[in-house]
């Protein structure tokens, strides 16, 4: 990377939006154990399991991408995270154990995580390609496509019963 580019405002503005996305993911990893035990269905326990150990890779591939780009990986308070997670703990606080309600308000939860992180990735992948950044580029894509398949995943459990039996409870 020329020494022009690294010194420039939207190289600083890409860094510091990585900085936000993995205090994001860091703070993701920790709270969906908490997700997963709210569950009411084994499914959507899996689903929460599985992506944690996921969101363990994003965070190991955003650190990758620090390296590449000759950065300290360093995460910056992420507040719409912060938000999005204070939302998940009033969801498990405001349903009642054992019920598909809950479950429905934990779908909900962890899709507008998702749907955050999958803003987040698909723009910064395109700062990464107009920067020239070819490796890191493939690197955000691969965790924007696993970002989307997640997000998928939580539609089809909550399409496939999970809606239908909170509405009959």
């Not at 420039?8 to 510091?16: A, G, L, W, Y």
């Not at 991408?65 to 939302?87: H, I, P, R, T």
Request: with cysteine; hydrophobic share 40%.
């Amino acid at each position: 990377m020329t020494g022009k580019m690294k010194d420039s405002e939207f190289h600083k503005f890409f860094v510091d939006e990585l900085k936000d996305i993995y205090w994001a993911e860091k703070h993701l990893v920790k709270a969906l154990p908490k997700l997963q035990k709210a569950a009411t269905s084994p499914d959507l326990a899996a689903a929460f399991e599985k992506h944690t150990g996921e969101t363990q890779t994003h965070i190991e591939t955003l650190e990758r991408v620090f390296e590449l780009l000759e950065e300290k990986a360093v995460a910056k308070k992420c507040d719409a995270m912060e938000g999005l997670l204070a939302e998940a703990d009033s969801i498990i606080e405001d349903t009642e154990k054992g019920t598909m309600i809950r479950d429905a308000g934990l779908v909900l939860a962890a899709q507008k995580a998702e749907h955050y992180e999958i803003a987040t990735y698909g723009t910064l992948r395109t700062f990464a390609e107009n920067m020239g950044h070819t490796e890191i580029v493939e690197l955000l894509q691969q965790t924007l496509e696993n970002e989307k398949a997640t997000d998928e995943a939580l539609t089809q459990a909550a399409e496939s019963f999970i809606n239908e039996q909170a509405a009959a409870e």
